[in-house]
């Protein structure tokens, strides 16, 4: 399956219809818009692991952009 695999509440009643972005939270099945959605803090505990885990990957990838910035500048 190919796309952000997000639903969305409004939706409740088949057939469902995914947002189907094709650029998707690296090692994520959603899109950028819909990852902090899915992941929304204080929902539970599995919840919180995943949020803190997309939190450093995007302070990781923030890392790597400035690095990048200052070995072009």
Partial sequence: MEGCQ???PEQVSGPFTMCGCKTL???K????EHVWKVYQKGTSKGNKRKLKEIENELAEIKRLQ???EIEDA
């Fill in 66 to 68: 400035e690095i990048a």
């Fill in 25 to 27: 939270w690296p090692g």
């Fill in 29 to 32: 099945v959603y899109c950028e």
């Fill in 6 to 8: 997000y639903i969305g």
